[in-house]
């Protein structure tokens, strides 16, 4: 499930947060290949959906990074993105698993079982990493709550291959496929609604903020 996981504020983070961070970006972003090229290769829409969880992850915490020093306007046009590319990734996994679902592909479940087994150690390590800060700030904590979900969504994927070998039937996989690509798109529009408040906010407060007026040359 694709999260919006946001990282703490500039001012005074634990020390050792950000390399943290910095790990968990990339154990992400590898995952993301290995699951894409996976899921093209067995026909999993939930490794599809899976993998696409991984990129989104790596984005948030990407822009995140990006705009820790600057202002709430561009904080809030980052998750603005964030959410918007969120819920496009749910509208793919949905427009994939009714491909999958007309053109009566059956997925093979054992490339299922030991990918989802390996995004399941990927995620479980980064959430074992960022265990110590879980009881730091709201986002401290969400990143941590971030990372143990998705081991809960790997879970569902490897469910979702035993479902498929035991049955013979893609049911499993898209059903899987499913939830997680309305988890994303409703997670992308929430994330949109409240970077819309932020910007606004932002601007509101940007016009409020009086300008020291500028000194005139002397003549």
């Not at 991984?54 to 561009?74: C, E, I, K, T």
């Not at 427009?95 to 995620?123: D, F, H, Y």
Request: glycine share 10%; proline share 5%.
């Amino acid at each position: 499930m694709a999260c919006s996981c946001s990282v703490p504020e500039p001012q005074g983070p634990a020390p050792g947060f950000r390399k943290a961070l910095w790990i968990a970006l990339w154990v992400n972003l590898a995952m993301f290949f290995v699951e894409g090229l996976a899921s093209l290769q067995s026909g999993s829409v939930a490794l599809m959906a899976d993998a696409i969880d991984f990129f989104g992850d790596s984005a948030n915490y990407l822009l995140s990074l990006s705009v820790l020093s600057m202002g709430m306007l561009w904080r809030g046009r980052a998750a603005l993105v964030k959410g918007l590319t969120m819920a496009t990734f749910g509208l793919v996994v949905w427009g994939r698993a009714i491909w999958v679902l007309q053109s009566g592909v059956t997925p093979e479940p054992l490339t299922m079982g030991i990918v989802g087994l390996l995004a399941l150690a990927a995620n479980v390590g980064v959430a074992v990493m960022l265990f110590k800060f879980r009881e730091g700030d709201s986002d401290m904590r969400s990143v941590w709550l971030c990372s143990r979900n998705d081991a809960v969504g790997n879970l569902a994927v490897m469910g979702a291959a035993l479902g498929v070998f035991g049955t013979g039937s893609a049911w499993p996989d898209l059903i899987v496929a499913g939830i997680m690509g309305t988890l994303a798109l409703t997670a992308g529009i929430s994330v949109v609604r409240h970077a819309r408040s932020d910007i606004a906010n932002a601007r509101a407060v940007n016009r409020l903020t009086p300008r020291t007026p500028r000194q005139s040359s002397p003549e």
